[in-house]
């Protein structure tokens, strides 16, 4: 009985064989419009045809809820062969309901109407209809024709029958595989992977069906849904009234900035070649679009509805410094005494008039220009107000005298919620530029630390009697100090680095030296012939946290730069935290140079808000630029100026885009930068936008920014941790971009507070788990269970899994035991391991200062830093004397080609 079973499973498979030279079921038109009915076969070009013929089969209705598949029509095709693209296509007046079309290598007279169709000899076959592959009908045809297990294919599925065919998609494919079938438009006779197909467009966020066309760029972005997928795409904007085009772009999406109030129609037009420019102009016809190709328009157009939004009638705003501050300090000077300054409002269009008032809010003077010059008014205390208006001011309400918030307007009016207050000093000799001060201060990544001081005056400064302090924690003595060397040109900066800086730090660098050894919350103070000058935080006093500045960053993890109009030090921390803008970690953009107004007016700065971003396949990212000293009318320019991202394809083709800074408006500006979602998975690619000045004397400060898309939709086998842990000579991962999936134990903590960091180790080794932006809602707990998904990656020689995917399978399993090591090198990394014999290099160096601190530690004849961060059991501990073991966790940071060198340990618990 066993062989018989063996027999039968033989013959049956050796029945369903493809044994006519590949020959399959390519495509078939059944429900036609303008397209007759047809069946489309393909294999290798110019085969000859002779000895297959063309079944078509029904299944007939014997009663009683019975049902046999029938012959209802035959076709030999002897005499055809396969053109030079191997496709033939044969007319047949097929079965419009429940049928199926089978190829058979065999003569038409073993065919027979009316009669069951041979279970043998079967090329190729496949099962049409409005149904399930249950419904009787169906699966008779399939008992028949098809393997067990086969589905069957409706035409109408999408709604669209007659202007849909079943294709194989692409060309070909395996015998009796229904999943290689698409519904598209008929191509009877020619390839199914179509040049062009206009299809029809879908609108990515629905909220975007209306839009504001008045307030920056009104971006929109598209899904094109097409049977032509590797065709270009442009969109375009028509005014469905008279059908010209209004706008156009390539890609996914289009800017509707200025267009005004309407409706419009955005229409796709797919193509294989370029189009021809003239054609796709403003004020041409869209229905004489041309290309040098193929082109197609999409079936019917998305309708977007445009608007010009209504501003707030008035607002004074808020009145702040040109620079930012609510307050400022000026010394009087015959040669003027200017002070210029701007304001926030959301009545960004309306009139803008600034008063100068008394303290008790009485008008002086009144001015347009976002300055003043306070010498002829002399040493006193002053307000400035800011007055939104539209319609005439009566005259009368803002003379000598009159109280500010009296001023009325034909319109509207509206006096600012707070004024600038302005203190003129009689400073005698000694001007507020006189002296060198603390301008940047870098609180980055590791090392990356750094102090710059600036010499505001016009001769060169003799830094002899200057030395530079650090307060760990709250100490009265200084913990590091640096007597300064050399001179300081006029104008110019000195840069006090950390000597295992990155390169952008130690290449900015005057000089190297230990008072970099700090984090935020220690007080750093400039000293002159043993006098503080000017100092950050308070001495003495541990704020058990970083130091905050009030433009809402803090000394810890971020960079701090002097505002232009600071010209002195300050040894008041309630005065100086105000004085300083804030950027992200790791932005070295402005150290090496610095610039203090001095009295004067100042030059106009604007600048991204930060270097890198970074955004999810199908997600947006707010791309925002923010100005200083707007002293006057603005406009510049954010265009793509490298990446390896592809414009169109991964991201929206709708720059360069423009934005008009307003002279007084201190108005920060932004766009959404949008990440296509491709179907195609990809590995992470980059955008580099520039800042670009297009109108008005203005400086550039963060001038690019990196934008990171991260993958959405990559397919991810599951891996070993060792099997993308392989390094080659020079300490490079040879895995690099690998998309994959790691599965192991949760150890350690979460040390990256915007994301994700954990190590992740499992039975063959560890791996460093990271996400810049994302926590996946998982909150770090040693012994769990997870499963990650990503790429890999490596930073200063630490391999890493960049996340994209977290899934928790569960808590409470046992973590690595340490093992005792004699060396630390790439076998210990994210490994938990041992050391004994442990000393300390310089036991100054151990600080307690939050979040973390670094250490030198020899044992044998190695040295590496250790990591002790503020939530382990060691923090705030004395530092430990003489030899100890340690347990933690080992890590690499090598800022040096090649990466076999900085290994590090972090104790645990």
Aim: contains cysteine; aromatic residues 8%; glycine residues 10%.
């Amino acid at each position: 009985m066993t062989n018989r079973i063996q027999l039968l499973i033989a013959f049956y498979a050796w029945s369903f064989c493809a044994v006519a030279q590949g020959v399959v079921i390519n495509e078939i038109n059944v429900i036609s419009g303008d397209d007759e009915q047809f069946v489309e076969l393909f294999g290798l070009p110019e085969t000859n045809l002779e000895g297959l013929s063309l079944a078509l089969v029904k299944s007939q209705f014997l009663g009683g809820g019975q049902y046999e598949a029938q012959i209802y029509s035959t076709f030999d095709l002897a005499g055809l062969s396969l053109n030079e693209s191997g496709l033939v296509a044969v007319e047949l007046p097929l079965n419009t309901t429940i049928a199926a079309v089978a190829v058979y290598e065999a003569d038409p007279s073993m065919l027979i109407v009316g009669e069951e169709p041979p279970s043998d000899d079967i090329v190729d076959a496949f099962v049409y209809g409005n149904t399930t592959p249950t419904n009787p009908q169906a699966s008779e045809l399939i008992s028949a024709l098809m393997p067990p297990g086969s589905g069957i294919i409706y035409e109408g599925e999408e709604g669209n029958a007659q202007l849909h065919s079943i294709s194989r998609f692409p060309n070909g494919g395996d015998a009796f595989d229904l999943s290689s079938y698409v519904l598209q438009a008929s191509t009877q006779g020619e390839s199914n992977i179509l040049a062009c197909d206009g299809g029809w467009l879908e609108i990515t966020n629905e909220a975007n069906d209306t839009l504001c066309t008045d307030q920056g760029p009104a971006v929109a972005t598209f899904n094109h849904y097409s049977d032509a997928p590797y065709a270009l795409l442009t969109l375009l904007i028509v005014n469905p009234s008279t059908g010209t085009i209004q706008s156009s772009a390539n890609g996914s999406a289009v800017n509707f900035q200025g267009l005004g109030d309407g409706e419009f129609n955005i229409v796709a037009i797919s193509h294989d070649l370029p189009l021809i420019s003239s054609s796709i102009e403003q004020g041409q016809s869209l229905a004489g679009v041309m290309g040098e190709g193929c082109v197609s328009v999409s079936e019917t157009p998305f309708i977007v509805f445009c608007q010009t939004c209504e501003m707030p009638a008035c607002d004074g705003g808020t009145m702040l410094t040109a620079g930012g501050e609510p307050s400022t300090a000026v010394c009087l000077s015959a040669e003027g005494t200017l002070v210029p300054f701007g304001y926030y409002s959301e009545a960004v269009e309306d009139d803008f008039l600034f008063a100068i008032c008394n303290t008790d809010d009485e008008i002086i003077e009144t001015t347009t220009q976002p300055y003043f010059d306070f010498t002829d008014l002399g040493a006193d205390d002053y307000k400035i107000w800011g007055i939104s208006t539209q319609g005439a001011i009566d005259p009368t309400t803002i003379e000598t005298g009159a109280l500010v918030f009296d001023v009325m307007a034909e319109e509207c009016d509206s006096v600012g919620a707070s004024a600038l207050e302005v203190t003129v000093l009689q400073c005698g000799e000694a001007g507020l530029c006189d002296d060198i001060f603390i301008s940047e201060y870098v609180e980055g990544d590791a090392h990356n630390k750094a102090i710059e001081i600036h010499n505001p005056s016009g001769i060169a400064v003799d830094l002899t009697p200057y030395s530079l302090e650090v307060y760990n924690n709250g100490a009265t003595e200084a913990t590091q100090q640096l007597d300064l060397e050399g001179q300081i040109p006029p104008g110019g900066v000195v840069v006090v680095g950390n000597s295992q800086a990155t390169s952008a730090i130690t290449d900015a660098s005057t000089v190297f030296s230990n008072v970099t050894w700090y984090n935020g919350n220690d007080a750093i103070v400039l000293r002159k012939n043993g006098e503080a000058i000017d100092i950050m935080g308070v001495v003495g006093e541990d704020p058990e946290g970083p130091w905050t500045v009030t433009s809402g960053g803090e000394m810890a993890e971020h960079t701090l730069v002097r505002k232009p109009n600071i010209g002195s030090g300050t040894t008041d921390w309630n005065e100086g935290m105000t004085q300083w803008d804030s950027y992200p970690q790791d932005t070295f953009d402005f150290l090496g140079s610095h610039t203090a107004t001095c009295g004067g007016l100042g030059t106009m700065q604007v600048g991204f808000d930060s270097p890198e971003l970074y955004v999810y396949e199908g997600g947006g990212v707010q791309v925002s630029m923010s100005p200083s000293y707007p002293l006057e009318d603005a406009l510049v320019q954010v265009s793509v100026v490298g990446g390896d991202a592809i414009v169109g394809a991964d991201f929206p083709d709708v720059f360069p885009l423009e934005f008009n800074f307003e002279m007084g408006l201190l108005n920060t500006q932004s766009f959404t930068f949008t990440a296509i979602d491709e179907e195609d998975p990809e590995l992470q690619e980059d955008v580099l936008l520039a800042l670009s000045v297009l109108s008005g004397n203005v400086e550039l400060g963060i001038d690019t920014v990196v934008v990171h898309i991260l993958p959405s939709d990559l397919e991810y086998p599951v891996y070993e941790i060792n099997q993308v842990r392989g390094t080659n000579p020079q300490g490079v991962l040879d895995s690099l971009e690998v998309a994959c999936e790691l599965r192991g134990i949760v150890h350690g903590w979460n040390d990256y507070p915007n994301g994700l960091q954990f190590t992740l180790i499992d039975e063959t080794n560890g791996i460093n788990a990271f996400s810049p932006i994302n926590d996946f809602g998982y909150e770090v707990q040693e012994g769990d269970s997870v499963r990650v998904r990503g790429v890999i990656d490596q930073f200063l020689g630490l391999a890493q899994i960049r996340l994209d995917t977290l899934i928790f399978e569960g808590s409470g399993f046992e973590t690595e035991e340490p093992a005792l090591v004699f060396e630390m090198d790439e076998e210990t990394e994210s490994r938990i391991v041992k050391l004994k014999c442990v000393e300390l290099v310089d036991p100054d160096q151990w600080t307690n200062t939050v979040p973390g601190f670094d250490v030198d530690i020899t044992f044998g004849a190695q040295i590496i830093k250790m990591r002790v961060d503020a939530n382990t059991d060691l923090f705030n501990q004395p530092p430990p004397m003489g030899v100890f073991g340690i347990s933690g966790i080992g890590g690499q940071r090598d800022y040096n080609a090649p990466l076999v060198d900085g290994y590090t340990i972090t104790p645990r618990g």
